[in-house]
């Protein structure tokens, strides 16, 4: 018994240094601050603002914590800013959504991604001066009935949305009779919709518009600046760069180094990136598929390998979790009354621990944890290591009360019997309980296994590098959404069904022999006539 309890805090030790020392290692002390890396946050998935590519050609800068490269206007941008302060630009691929926790909680240093002032945001960080001017416009396909509106009352029954967080949506609201669909989280999303007719158009800024014009060229843009009743705030209609509140040297030196570059060298950076930016298609001697997969195989097997990874390490870690609380919570009631509510209050805590984590979102935890450690306790954990943990604790909660299910299903019968053979609880839990109980609790372990390689998935609120988030970056670089997207099905699919498959064999395997004799005995199986029992005739 107290081997494996030396096993098991041993186990746990290891892991918790590991993930400490991960977390630590990829964060490493910025001594001094000419030698930190200056970090931009960016999706990476905004042409020609910003988008993802697979080397660094035309001058674009490492993604952190991945084999990949972020290039576009905002990135050029950014390297004027970072060669003047002389630090290295490094990007931080980020949703949308989590661009202003990551500057708020100090994980990146500047916002580069073509956002705009607004009010609401001005409340939570600063911005410096524009960077960029910006035309508003609503793009829609060349032969639908809303190409040639020419005022605001002309997109009567329209269907049209805009990406969400942003001012664009809000703008749907002047458009009389239009009818706002719910806001979608990126650009290549809503390309896509339009392309298959979900909606009639959305609204976006006019450089939107020229970078779509590269790769599809039966669309248009209604200028929503030159129609009457048209109205948009200053703030609401350029870009500029966010800085954390309080960062008043920061945004002093971008103020600056933005003074610096002149209006023709602006223009020229926008003209350039919607040049380089990524375009439709590949070898057109090759089929979709090969196109894709010698374009961003590398990309897509990263993903698989960092789903795999997740839902492997949470599963195991979550287990033990999971198997721990579990036989703590079916501690029989101790005759002792400082015991007593001792083992209360400890149920009590992991009670609300199972409550919370299996109530909650999975993509809420990760934002709160992600994020919320970093404000409250200044504590800059690597994305790797926070999806881990959100995986396992969130793992450990449901498997926590299919274990706990387990034990209690296991007939009293057996805990009578070991009782009446003078074993203690423990050694009826080691030596007879736990062996029958995860044997029958294999089933939903694997069920939770398969849940945690798609439930990854939610974990690009955090901008983690598994196979869905890197299946929407290339799904918006080649605009082969549906191709992608298939593919992107399909590994899901092989993963599921294989490690299905696999815990069925171990599941048998467990379940032993079945050409066995229940409380045979060895003259109930041998020969009646070798043994002289033969009965008379």
């Excluded at 650009?187 to 976006?204: E, N, P």
């Excluded at 109980?437 to 901008?463: G, H, M, Q, Y």
């Excluded at 599941?507 to 199986?525: D, H």
Aim: glycine share 8%.
């Amino acid at each position: 018994m107290k081997s494996k309890i030396r096993w098991f805090s041993a186990l746990l030790a290891l892991i918790l240094s590991l993930v400490i020392g991960f977390s630590f290692n990829s964060n490493q002390t910025q001594a001094a601050k000419k030698e930190a890396p200056l970090k931009i946050g960016m999706e990476a998935n905004y042409p020609p603002y910003n988008w993802t590519q697979t080397t660094d050609k035309n001058g674009a800068v490492p993604i952190d914590g991945s084999k990949q490269y972020a290039n576009g206007y905002d990135v050029q941008i950014a390297k004027i800013i970072g060669k003047k302060l002389h630090r290295k630009v490094v990007v931080e691929k980020t949703e949308w959504d989590g661009l202003l926790p990551a500057l708020t909680s100090g994980k990146i240093d500047l916002i580069i991604a073509g956002m705009s002032p607004t009010a609401e945001r001005r409340k939570a960080i600063n911005f410096s001066k524009p960077y960029r001017k910006s035309t508003f416009v609503v793009i829609t396909s060349r032969n639908g009935k809303f190409a040639r509106a020419k005022g605001l009352n002309d997109f009567k029954g329209a269907k049209l949305t805009a990406q969400q967080g942003t001012l664009h949506y809000d703008l749907i609201k002047q458009l009389h009779g239009a009818k706002r669909e719910p806001a979608m989280r990126s650009f290549s999303a809503m390309r896509q919709s339009l392309q298959s007719g979900t909606i009639d158009g959305y609204v976006a800024e006019d450089i939107e518009y020229k970078s779509y014009k590269t790769v599809n060229p039966n669309i248009v843009a209604v200028n929503l600046n030159k129609m009457q009743g048209f109205k948009v705030d200053h703030d609401d209609s350029i870009t500029s760069i966010g800085v954390k509140k309080g960062n008043t040297e920061l945004l002093n030196q971008v103020n600056s180094i933005l003074n610096g570059i002149s209006n023709k060298k602006r223009d020229q950076l926008m003209a350039d990136a919607v040049k380089e930016q990524p375009q439709a298609g590949g070898n057109k001697k090759e089929n979709w598929f090969m196109s894709i997969m010698h374009r961003y195989g590398s990309m897509i097997l990263g993903g698989v390998g960092m789903t795999l990874l997740l839902a492997l390490v949470g599963t195991i870690v979550g287990f033990f979790i999971g198997l721990l609380v579990g036989i703590v919570r079916t501690i029989p009631t101790p005759k002792s009354a400082g015991k007593k509510w001792g083992l209360k209050i400890v149920d009590w805590i992991l009670a609300a621990y199972i409550e919370v984590f299996r109530g909650t979102p999975m993509m809420v935890q990760a934002a709160v944890i992600y994020y919320g450690i970093a404000q409250l306790w200044h504590l800059n954990l690597n994305r790797t290591v926070a999806a881990l943990v959100i995986v396992s604790i969130n793992t450990g909660a449901y498997l926590a009360e299919v274990i706990r299910g387990g034990i209690n299903a296991t007939p009293k019968g057996q805990f009578e019997a070991a009782s009446a053979i003078g074993m203690t609880h423990s050694q009826q839990m080691w030596h007879i309980i736990l062996p029958q109980a995860i044997r029958n609790c294999l089933p939903s372990i694997t069920n939770e296994f398969i849940v945690n390689i798609k439930d990854t998935s939610v974990l690009s609120i955090i901008s983690v590098s598994e196979l869905f988030f890197v299946g929407t970056t290339v799904a918006s670089q080649t605009f082969q959404f549906f191709q992608t997207y298939f593919i992107i099905s399909m590994i899901y699919l092989i993963l599921t069904f294989s490690i299905t498959r696999i815990f069925n064999f171990i599941e048998k395997k467990l379940e032993g022999p079945k050409n066995y004799n229940l409380m045979a005995n060895q003259l109930q199986i041998e020969d009646p006539k070798e043994t002289g029992f033969e009965h008379e005739q």
